[in-house]
Nanobody
C-alpha cells in the first residue's frame, strides 16, 4: 500500500504564489507518473499537471506558464509551484501516483487526501 500526503495549501491573494508538496510513503517498489489534480466546488476533478519518472510533463492549458511540476525521485516526492495565482485556481488540490509495491505487483493509482488552495481577488 502507498500513502500520499499533500502539504502547502492555504489562502493567498490573486497574483501570489504557493508551493504544494506531496510525499509518497509505504510499500513502494517503483513510482511511474506522479501528478496533481484539482476539484473546485460543483465541478469535476481535473488534471493540473503530471510528470513521468523520465520527467516528461503534461500541463492543463489553464495553468501552462504559471505552474511548474517537479519531482525528487530519491525522496518519492512531487511538487507544484504555482505562480500568478487567480481566483479560478481555488480548489482542493490532490496528488496522485501510479505505483507498484513489488516487481511482480500490478501498478495501481493512489491518491492523497487533498489540500485546499484559496485565491482571493
Amino acid at each position: 500500500q502507498v500513502q500520499l500526503v499533500e502539504s502547502g495549501g492555504g489562502l493567498v491573494q490573486a497574483g501570489g504564489s504557493l508551493r504544494l508538496s506531496c510525499a509518497a510513503s509505504g510499500s513502494i517498489f517503483a513510482i511511474n507518473t506522479m501528478g496533481w489534480y484539482r476539484q473546485a466546488p460543483g465541478k469535476q476533478r481535473e488534471l493540473v499537471a503530471t510528470m513521468t519518472n523520465t520527467r516528461y510533463t503534461n500541463y492543463a492549458a489553464s495553468v501552462k506558464g504559471r505552474f511548474t511540476i517537479s519531482r525528487d525521485n530519491a525522496k518519492n516526492m512531487v511538487y507544484l509551484q504555482m505562480n500568478s495565482l487567480k481566483p479560478e485556481d481555488t480548489a482542493v488540490y490532490y496528488c496522485n501516483a501510479f505505483a507498484r509495491s513489488s516487481l511482480v505487483d500490478n501498478e495501481y493509482i493512489f491518491w492523497g487526501q487533498g489540500t485546499q488552495v484559496t485565491v482571493s481577488s
